[in-house]
């Protein structure tokens, strides 16, 4: 199966502070990559849809500046929070999605980064 | 909106039981929907994906039915063993292609030795 891998899987800081949130497809070229987040002991919100070359979109409610997303090429996103708060401490997970060279359009998960703001 | 639920929230099986984990969701207008492990702070495991227009998938122990019209899908695991411990997430896939997924709030399944 496909691989999609995320750094760093752990980060503590500050409050104030901004973080970036890396998200590779390793073997294959996703034409669009997901952000989800999770707070504990719940399901996975979709954040933004993230597209090769043009500007993501938000889901409603979540606020654009806040995290920012840049999708550089087929194979990277970056999700970046910016003045982090305790209340953005979170499990944020990418999934990356071909659309057309996969059978049957799967989307395939990162094993997550646990955002931790003090 | 589509909402997409999961019934039980939690289940403790002894090993060897058959079980069915269940998935309903509220607009039938979907392009797929996928079922997915997760483990105690990991990521996704994709276990079966079925599209829209199909009506079961098979992997190994492992069974996902669709039922567009009501609205349903389940999730059968025939044989449980304890490592078929963890969080179980159904997930829908919006129409139009989108790739967006709407999940449910998951069933967390405990198989005992």
């Known amino acids: 199966g496909a691989v999609v891998s995320q750094h760093p899987s752990r980060v503590i800081c500050k409050s104030g502070t901004s973080v970036k949130i890396e998200c590779r497809s390793l073997?294959?070229?996703?034409?669009?990559m997901f952000w989800y987040r999770q707070f504990p002991k719940q399901s996975l919100m979709l954040m933004a849809t993230s597209n090769e070359g043009s500007k993501a979109t938000y889901e409603q409610g979540v606020e654009k500046d806040k995290f920012l997303i840049n999708h550089a090429s087929l194979t990277l996103s970056t999700l970046t929070v910016t003045s982090a708060h305790p209340e953005d401490s979170s499990f944020y997970i990418c999934s990356a999605y071909s659309g057309v060279a996969r059978s049957y359009n799967e989307q395939f998960f990162g094993p997550g980064t646990r955002l931790t703001v003090l | 909106k589509q909402e997409v639920t999961q019934i039980p929230a939690a289940l403790s099986v002894p090993e060897g039981e058959n079980l069915v984990l269940n998935c309903s969701f509220t607009?039938?207008?979907?392009?797929?929907l996928q079922w997915f492990r997760q483990d105690p702070g990991k990521g996704l495991t994709s276990l079966l994906l079925i599209q829209s227009s199909q009506r079961e998938q098979t992997s190994g122990r492992l069974n996902a039915s669709l039922d567009k019209s009501s609205g349903r899908s389940t999730l059968y695991i025939a044989a449980s063993q304890p490592g078929d411990s963890a969080t179980y997430l159904c997930a829908v896939g919006r129409s139009g292609n989108t790739g967006k997924l709407i999940f449910g709030q998951g069933t967390t399944l405990q198989v005992k030795p």
């Open positions: 073997d294959f070229q996703a034409t669009t």
């Open positions: 607009d039938s207008a979907i392009y797929n």
